[in-house]
């Protein structure tokens, strides 16, 4: 393993790779600096421009634009009280107090250093426990692999809000529109409908676009911009102080091992974790009273615990091909469309390329430190870009990308109807991740499911017979058992 | 921070039935159409394991399952409060812009369909400084030229008129 850390770091540690991560910081710091903007829709909306480049320039890119823009997220929930990405939520509730009582400078220290200090961690983490785990998922067959993607979209659909209904459709709609295409056995086509270019299925990257990019543009449309005034941080009090800090460390430290436990596991992702981590502060704080009030510790929780998420996130898609969020399933298309195949079998057959990933996400986090330290008086402005400029140059954008991953004038067709969709799916409160992650995993979890089912004869009780398997059925049943029976229990729920 | 404008009033439960519905017909197609596509003679042949039909049905079975729990949240009462707004005002005018633009493509090009689009979308976005306008309507196809064509060297699609 360090041995091939070792040679990561020789792959990277190069002139345009560099440039390339530098750049992904920077893009991902003004996507999270700008509310409306989410890392899902940044790297949805970038991913096409990264298959003409190198694997060692393209991607790099994208993992520092991820880790950026969930930092960044921060900037505007300091101080304009309103989150950049939806990862920063829980930083509101005590850093925009802090800027309103004169710390913004604190603050947004803290913020910066609890990031770099839980993704490093989680990097850490990442590296150590991803070669173990496709070392055992070697040894899983079609049964487990099964149980595996089950798992994912229980745990999605079931983090999906109350409306358990409305998430479960969704994951139907995704499960049959993966299924869209030839079929990978027999070659019979289905639900093409003589479609040529269905033939291939649906593709991912221009749904993401219009899902989570172009809808985005649209709720904003409706939206009545009221920005509070921006605060300042030249005027706004001394930075923040090695005793704080100090103090401050063993939130981060818990935080962080919050955050990478919900990372790895598939379908949830940073914006659970900083709520968890949030909450976990709070309740282990010497001075609970002063969460929201002003609490540095409650901006080193939440910031350490969403930033840890990141690369944790990365271990099940790595490793299982699972994505560990909305923004890992963005990111399977584009390892895949660099020829790089998550699963356990990447690990045995790219591991200096995969490691040199990994050497790039603490490079990155070195590089975010210093850009963030000389950039907390600038970035705070990206924040006053106006949106009658800011959304249509986004909608440009998505638009000329969808069509860069085909050369395909369909692909913008789709993704327009995927935002109208996306958007009228954001009205009734239906959600949109089980959607995208079954439409993912349902080539490998039929492909898994069939050969299962070929194996035993067609009996299911295989699922059963292999330990892991069993061991992954139980897991779900409980998941979907305490679900369905919170569901049962709840009040209708609200709008 | 954001707040939504007025719009359309849409009740739960008229959003619950409609996802019910739409549910149910999306499984119920599903199973109609996929045996003639796969040449099965039925559904009981098209759910054979070994078969290209199997998953979809089950995909489809799933469907019909979730559109009729959104079909049973559809007759709990609705929650106090204020009913759910689908904000269509502006929303609408940008669903349009990016209507025409893809029926567009083809007849103005890429990058003169993107430039009027988002000239377009900056007016709905409430710009109205002309220069402004003008600024983003050469600007920004200027620079997808100059990021897609010039550095990606990806042909964007051309029309009749440029």
């Not at chain 1, 983090?159 to 409305?166: D, F, M």
């Not at chain 1, 499960?175 to 291939?200: E, H, K, N, Y």
């Not at chain 2, 089950?58 to 009462?77: F, M």
């Given at each position: 393993m360090l041995e091939l850390l070792a040679q990561g770091f020789g792959l990277i540690l190069n002139g345009p790779s560099l440039t390339a991560i530098v750049l992904g910081l920077l893009t991902g710091i003004v996507v999270g600096a700008l509310p409306g903007l989410s890392a899902t829709m940044a790297v949805a909306l970038v991913s096409p421009f990264t298959f003409f480049m190198p694997p060692t320039i393209g991607i790099p890119f994208l993992l520092g634009l991820f880790k950026a823009a969930i930092y960044a997220g921060s900037i505007p929930a300091i101080t304009i009280n309103t989150p950049g990405t939806a990862a920063s939520a829980a930083t509101t509730l005590d850093g925009h107090e802090l800027a309103r009582q004169g710390h913004a400078r604190k603050a947004l220290e803290m913020s910066l250093f609890a990031s770099i200090a839980g993704d490093l961690m989680g990097t850490a983490v990442l590296i150590v426990l991803a070669a173990w785990l496709a070392s055992v998922a070697l040894r899983f067959g079609p049964p487990e692999f099964v149980m595996l993607y089950l798992l994912a979209m229980v745990t999605i659909t079931s983090v999906s809000g109350r409306h358990a209904g409305k998430a479960l459709l969704s994951t139907a709609i995704g499960l049959l529109i993966g299924s869209i295409g030839l079929d990978p056995m027999s070659g019979a086509q289905r639900l093409t409908f003589g479609s040529v270019d269905l033939l291939g299925g649906v593709t991912l990257i221009p749904v993401l676009i219009g899902l989570f990019a172009l809808s985005e543009v649209l709720v904003q449309s409706e939206a009545a911009w009221r920005r509070q005034t921006t605060i300042v941080v030249e005027g706004n009090g001394p930075g923040l102080s090695r005793g704080e800090l100090r103090q401050a460390a063993p939130t981060i430290v818990r935080s962080t091992g919050i955050g990478v436990a919900v990372g790895i596991l598939p379908g949830i992702g940073a914006e659970i974790a900083t709520w968890l981590a949030y909450g976990a502060a709070r309740r282990r704080s010497r001075e609970p009273e002063r969460f929201g009030r002003g609490s540095l510790e409650g901006v080193a929780a939440s910031e350490s615990g969403n930033n840890a998420a990141v690369p944790a996130c990365l271990i099940p898609m790595t490793v299982f091909?699972?994505?560990?969020?909305?923004?890992?399933?963005?990111?399977?298309?584009?390892?895949?469309?660099?020829?790089?195949?998550?699963?356990?079998?990447?690990?045995?057959?790219?591991?200096?390329?995969?490691?040199?990933?990994?050497?790039?996400?603490?490079?990155?986090?070195?590089?975010?430190?210093?850009?963030?330290?000389?950039?907390?008086?600038?970035?705070?402005?990206?924040?006053?870009?106006?949106?009658?400029?800011?959304?249509?140059?986004?909608?440009?954008?998505?638009?000329?990308?969808?069509?860069?991953?085909?050369?395909?004038?369909?692909?913008?067709?789709?993704?327009?109807?995927?935002?109208?969709?996306?958007?009228?799916?954001?009205?009734?409160?239906?959600?949109?991740?089980?959607?995208?992650?079954?439409?993912?995993?349902?080539?490998?979890?039929?492909?898994?499911?069939?050969?299962?089912?070929?194996?035993?004869?067609?009996?299911?009780?295989?699922?059963?017979?292999?330990?892991?398997?069993?061991?992954?059925?139980?897991?779900?049943?409980?998941?979907?058992?305490?679900?369905?029976?919170?569901?049962?229990?709840?009040?209708?729920?609200?709008? | 921070m954001n707040t939504p404008e007025r719009g359309l009033t849409v009740r739960p439960a008229v959003a619950n039935a409609a996802l019910g519905l739409l549910g149910l017909g999306v499984g119920g197609f599903v199973l109609a159409v996929l045996p003639g596509q796969i040449g099965a003679p039925g559904i009981a042949q098209a759910i054979d394991p070994s078969g290209p039909g199997f998953f979809p049905v089950l995909a489809a079975l799933l469907s019909i399952g979730a559109g009729l729990w959104c079909l049973l949240d559809a007759l709990r009462p609705d929650p106090k409060g204020a009913p759910e707004r689908l904000a269509l005002r502006r929303s609408a005018w940008v669903m349009a812009l990016l209507a025409v633009c893809g029926l567009g493509l083809h007849v103005a090009g890429m990058l003169l369909a993107l430039g009027a689009t988002t000239a377009g979308l900056a007016v709905v976005f409430g710009e109205r400084r002309p220069a402004v306008l003008l600024a983003l309507g050469i600007l920004t196809p200027l620079g997808i030229h100059l990021l897609f064509e010039r550095s990606l060297k990806i042909l964007l699609p051309g029309g009749w008129v440029f």
């Amino acid at each position: 393993m360090l041995e091939l850390l070792a040679q990561g770091f020789g792959l990277i540690l190069n002139g345009p790779s560099l440039t390339a991560i530098v750049l992904g910081l920077l893009t991902g710091i003004v996507v999270g600096a700008l509310p409306g903007l989410s890392a899902t829709m940044a790297v949805a909306l970038v991913s096409p421009f990264t298959f003409f480049m190198p694997p060692t320039i393209g991607i790099p890119f994208l993992l520092g634009l991820f880790k950026a823009a969930i930092y960044a997220g921060s900037i505007p929930a300091i101080t304009i009280n309103t989150p950049g990405t939806a990862a920063s939520a829980a930083t509101t509730l005590d850093g925009h107090e802090l800027a309103r009582q004169g710390h913004a400078r604190k603050a947004l220290e803290m913020s910066l250093f609890a990031s770099i200090a839980g993704d490093l961690m989680g990097t850490a983490v990442l590296i150590v426990l991803a070669a173990w785990l496709a070392s055992v998922a070697l040894r899983f067959g079609p049964p487990e692999f099964v149980m595996l993607y089950l798992l994912a979209m229980v745990t999605i659909t079931s983090v999906s809000g109350r409306h358990a209904g409305k998430a479960l459709l969704s994951t139907a709609i995704g499960l049959l529109i993966g299924s869209i295409g030839l079929d990978p056995m027999s070659g019979a086509q289905r639900l093409t409908f003589g479609s040529v270019d269905l033939l291939g299925g649906v593709t991912l990257i221009p749904v993401l676009i219009g899902l989570f990019a172009l809808s985005e543009v649209l709720v904003q449309s409706e939206a009545a911009w009221r920005r509070q005034t921006t605060i300042v941080v030249e005027g706004n009090g001394p930075g923040l102080s090695r005793g704080e800090l100090r103090q401050a460390a063993p939130t981060i430290v818990r935080s962080t091992g919050i955050g990478v436990a919900v990372g790895i596991l598939p379908g949830i992702g940073a914006e659970i974790a900083t709520w968890l981590a949030y909450g976990a502060a709070r309740r282990r704080s010497r001075e609970p009273e002063r969460f929201g009030r002003g609490s540095l510790e409650g901006v080193a929780a939440s910031e350490s615990g969403n930033n840890a998420a990141v690369p944790a996130c990365l271990i099940p898609m790595t490793v299982f091909g699972i994505p560990g969020d909305t923004v890992t399933a963005v990111l399977i298309g584009a390892f895949i469309a660099q020829g790089l195949v998550p699963g356990p079998l990447l690990f045995q057959n790219n591991g200096p390329l995969l490691y040199s990933l990994f050497a790039s996400l603490i490079v990155g986090n070195l590089l975010l430190l210093i850009i963030g330290y000389m950039g907390i008086r600038v970035f705070q402005r990206i924040t006053t870009v106006p949106a009658s400029v800011l959304y249509p140059v986004v909608v440009a954008l998505c638009l000329t990308g969808s069509y860069a991953v085909n050369s395909s004038v369909g692909d913008v067709g789709l993704t327009i109807i995927a935002g109208v969709a996306g958007y009228l799916m954001r009205a009734v409160h239906m959600p949109a991740a089980p959607l995208v992650i079954a439409m993912l995993v349902a080539p490998g979890l039929e492909n898994a499911l069939r050969q299962s089912l070929v194996l035993s004869g067609g009996s299911p009780a295989i699922f059963l017979s292999r330990p892991i398997s069993a061991g992954l059925l139980l897991l779900i049943v409980i998941g979907a058992g305490l679900f369905l029976w919170r569901q049962l229990r709840a009040p209708s729920p609200t709008t | 921070m954001n707040t939504p404008e007025r719009g359309l009033t849409v009740r739960p439960a008229v959003a619950n039935a409609a996802l019910g519905l739409l549910g149910l017909g999306v499984g119920g197609f599903v199973l109609a159409v996929l045996p003639g596509q796969i040449g099965a003679p039925g559904i009981a042949q098209a759910i054979d394991p070994s078969g290209p039909g199997f998953f979809p049905v089950l995909a489809a079975l799933l469907s019909i399952g979730a559109g009729l729990w959104c079909l049973l949240d559809a007759l709990r009462p609705d929650p106090k409060g204020a009913p759910e707004r689908l904000a269509l005002r502006r929303s609408a005018w940008v669903m349009a812009l990016l209507a025409v633009c893809g029926l567009g493509l083809h007849v103005a090009g890429m990058l003169l369909a993107l430039g009027a689009t988002t000239a377009g979308l900056a007016v709905v976005f409430g710009e109205r400084r002309p220069a402004v306008l003008l600024a983003l309507g050469i600007l920004t196809p200027l620079g997808i030229h100059l990021l897609f064509e010039r550095s990606l060297k990806i042909l964007l699609p051309g029309g009749w008129v440029f």
